[in-house]
T-cell receptor
Framework: KQEVTQIPAALSVPEGENLVLNCSFTDSAIYNLQWFRQDPGKGLTSLLLIQSSQREQTSGRLNASLDKSSGRSTLYIAASQPGDSATYLCAVLRNTGKLIFGQGTTLQVKP | SQTIHQWPATLVQPVGSPLSLECTVEGTSNPNLYWYRQAAGRGLQLLFYSVGIGQISSEVPQNLSASRPQDRQFILSSKKLLLSDSGFYLC????????????FGPGTRLTVT
């Protein structure tokens, strides 16, 4: 059974700091991995999608990496801003199209 | 561009009452559709998914059911709500089969009292 774990559960950093969010999964037979952002009381916004054949994806200040063999992904946020404060979720996709989510990391960026 | 709608945004219902949540997608055809629930202190859990009209797969045995009467319409229902049905319900869609990247709606907050 696929399990997804995100560490840490919560993180507080000062504005401007670079930071890394971690995601690990138990079954390396994934189709792709997706990182989402969720603001309080809102739906999920897709940030980055990494195909299983890819090693990383970049969008603006965000960079996500994928190491299938070790069952790990990281989301790197450069020069964090207060507007980055949210919960970040990673999810692995099986070839059936079903997403398995981690519990999320709640990020607070202090001005 | 594609847009996904959910309504209502919030709902407070007594135990034992029926439920109907609606999700519609615009700007695409023949999408995969999904219902997820996010309960307090728990992660997102896939409840149902559909690859076409009338085709529903259930992931978790429960008090809920889903239907897809039209290509871009997905409905979550219950005949009698339980307290444990409270949560944040999210609808999502993806192209099929392609990359399966999923796009989520704004969600419905359901409180069962």
């Amino acid at each position: 059974k696929q399990e997804v774990t995100q560490i840490p559960a919560a993180l507080s950093v000062p504005e401007g700091e670079n930071l890394v969010l971690n995601c690990s999964f138990t079954d390396s037979a994934i189709y792709n991995l997706q990182w989402f952002r969720q603001d309080p009381g809102k739906g999920l916004t897709s940030l980055l999608l990494i195909q299983s054949s890819q090693r990383e994806q970049t969008s603006g200040r965000l960079n996500a990496s994928l190491d299938k063999s070790s069952g790990r992904s990281t989301l790197y946020i450069a020069a964090s801003q207060p507007g980055d404060s949210a919960t970040y979720l990673c999810a692995v996709l099986r070839n059936t199209g079903k997403l398995i989510f981690g519990q999320g990391t709640t990020l607070q960026v202090k001005p | 561009s594609q847009t996904i709608h959910q309504w209502p945004a919030t709902l407070v219902q007594p135990v034992g009452s029926p439920l109907s949540l609606e999700c519609t997608v615009e700007g695409t055809s023949n999408p995969n559709l999904y219902w997820y629930r996010q309960a307090a202190g728990r992660g997102l859990q896939l409840l149902f998914y559909s690859v076409g009209i009338g085709q529903i797969s259930s992931e978790v045995p429960q008090n809920l059911s889903a239907s897809r009467p039209q290509d871009r319409q997905f409905i979550l229902s219950s005949k009698k709500l339980l307290l444990s049905d409270s949560g944040f319900y999210l609808c999502a869609w993806s192209h099929q089969p392609s990359s399966y990247e999923q796009y989520f709606g704004p969600g419905t907050r359901l409180t069962v009292t």
